[in-house]
């Protein structure tokens, strides 16, 4: 996986994607571990981390250092975390990267100094 940002700002892109990591797999992982009514228990920094991104409220309940939500409601969150992600990503594989790495520029700061992690 490799994932491409901008060192003249703080854009970034998701991972490049590719048949076994893409939005639809992304989303199809999350079904799967979302999909049955349960409440869960989220980490504190992800989870506010993810609500800033998204802006999906989210009902919690408080533990000792955790919080705790409902599966359903959480998965709401992933499906609008991963169509933000769909709509951010400008070279969706490597071989689209390849191509255009030459010529692009950066989608926020207009400048070039990209790098790959
Ligand atoms: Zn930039």
Known sequence: ??????????????????????????????????????????????MNELIKYTHVPIIRKKTRSDYKAFSWNWFILELVKEIRIFFQQKW?????????????????CKKRNFDID
């Not at 969706?92 to 926020?108: G, L, V």
């Open 1 to 46: 996986m490799s994932y491409l940002h901008c060192h003249s700002c703080d854009w970034s892109q998701d991972d490049f994607w590719n048949k076994k990591y893409n939005p639809l797999t992304k989303i199809w992982d999350d079904i799967k571990w979302l999909w049955k009514p349960k409440i869960i228990k989220l980490d504190i920094y992800t």
């Open 92 to 108: 969706w594989t490597w071989k689209s990267w390849k191509k255009h790495k030459d010529i692009a520029f950066c989608p926020k």
